[in-house]
């Protein structure tokens, strides 16, 4: 997204929860991999915090994922540029509590100190980290921004970025998860595997 003034920005950003009001059908997340072993397994959210969850690994025949394999995607009613694919939204799943189901949104966590960012749930859309699914329901985050070029340029076209890997990490707990690389450089983290993240209706 481009912004001409700060105001529009903040503006934006106020409204964020309104923004992405449309959720889509359920659908599993699987991972593909040169990896056979890893080829073909579902996403399923673990804990790694009261009330928030990474991505780690599931079930390997998805015929019947269970609540925890399957998540949706809110977008926004307004016309994207009229895109049928490439929509910024959030990735969500359904955190059942006691009494109530909390609509839990995507989000990447970083720490200063690596370049691999943690994907995790947190309830509600404020952490949520805006991704898309291209054409091939292949799950991506996109940019405008590349300061790899001077002069940089700010206003500069979408693009799109798959550094989705699979590594060993620690928030709460020591677990492999999904993983994203932060740069175009390698993950600083020897254990990470290029994973693609596909979207396949349920
Ligand atoms: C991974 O799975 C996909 C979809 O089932 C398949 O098209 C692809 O050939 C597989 N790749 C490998 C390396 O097994
Ligand atoms: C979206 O589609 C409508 C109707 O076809 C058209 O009038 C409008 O200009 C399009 N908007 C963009 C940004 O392409
Ligand atoms: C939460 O969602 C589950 C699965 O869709 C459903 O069975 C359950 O009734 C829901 N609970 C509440 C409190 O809405
Ligand atoms: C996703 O959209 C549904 C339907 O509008 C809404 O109930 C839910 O709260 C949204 N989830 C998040 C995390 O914003």
């Known amino acids: 997204m481009k912004f001409s003034t700060l105001l529009q920005a903040f503006a934006l950003a106020s409204t964020a929860v309104a923004q992405f009001d449309v959720q889509s ?25 009261a009330a928030i969850e990474g991505l780690c690994l599931g079930d390997k025949d998805g015929a019947t994922p269970s609540i925890n394999e399957v998540f949706h995607f809110n977008y926004s009613s307004e016309p994207f540029d009229n895109r049928t694919y490439n929509i910024p939204g959030y990735v969500t799943w359904i955190l059942p509590a ?44 996109q940019g405008y921004i590349d300061d790899t070029k001077t002069p940089i340029n700010g206003q500069g076209n979408t693009f799109v970025e798959y550094r989705w890997h699979l590594c ?9 998860t999904l993983a994203w690389v932060l740069g175009k450089g390698k993950p600083q983290n020897p254990t990470c595997t290029k994973v693609k993240v596909k979207r396949v209706f349920i």
Do not use: Q
Not at 25 to 49: Q, R, Y
Not at 125 to 139: A, I, Q, V
């Open 25 to 49: 059908a359920p659908f599993k997340l699987v991972l593909l991999s040169s990896d056979c072993e890893l080829n073909g397994t579902l996403l399923i959210t673990c804990h790694e915090g």
């Open 98 to 141: 006691s009494n109530i189901n909390v609509s839990s949104a995507l989000g990447l966590n970083y720490s200063p100190t690596s370049n691999v960012a943690i994907p995790l749930f947190f309830p509600g859309s404020d952490f949520g980290t805006t991704m898309s699914f291209d054409m091939y329901e292949y799950l991506n985050v």
């Open 168 to 176: 060993d990490t620690y928030w709460g707990y020591a677990y492999t």
